[in-house]
């Protein structure tokens, strides 16, 4: 039986269980990224940030340590970096329906494709780190991609 501390830990890992769905648990944690989103949306950019900024490494030690505590690698029940990634992916880009729906299908294609570095964050580099820089790059690719459909529509 987990600990106390370990079931927090899971709890915040697996995007409040979200990472135990039985199918997609990726794109679920996706779901639950745009939660966190519409949240902190109409916050300054400096303080959504600093939000990203701290999530980031929120997500890479509770990562890490929850992959210890389920004992296998970048687990798929761990959602805290595709969150993350959808937090990035969402930096600096306006408020709307469309782009939340375009945003979320851009991170999970490019976090599916795992285009390069995405890759080689996914495959060289352990532990938590591991598990959120690929979304990190995931993000900024799909974030770079709403930029550009931003300047092209305007």
Do not use: W
């Amino acid at each position: 039986m987990p600990s106390f501390f370990e079931r927090v830990i899971l709890f915040i890992a697996t995007g409040a269980y979200s990472g135990y769905s039985p199918i997609v648990p990726g794109t679920v944690g996706t779901l639950v990224g745009i939660g966190l989103y519409l949240i902190i949306c109409n916050t300054s950019p400096l303080i959504y940030s600093t939000i990203a900024l701290l999530l980031f490494f929120l997500a890479v030690l509770i990562s890490g340590k929850a992959e210890k505590i389920l004992n296998e690698k970048d687990s798929i029940h761990i959602v805290i970096d595709e969150i993350f990634g959808f937090i990035v992916t969402m930096a600096f880009v306006p408020i709307s329906f469309l782009y939340i729906v375009l945003g979320f299908f851009f991170f999970r294609v490019f976090d599916i494709l795992k285009i390069f570095p995405v890759n080689f964050f996914d495959e060289k580099v352990k532990g938590g780190y591991g598990i959120v820089l690929d979304d990190l790059f995931a993000g900024i690719y799909a974030n770079l991609l709403l930029q550009a459909i931003r300047f092209f529509r305007t």
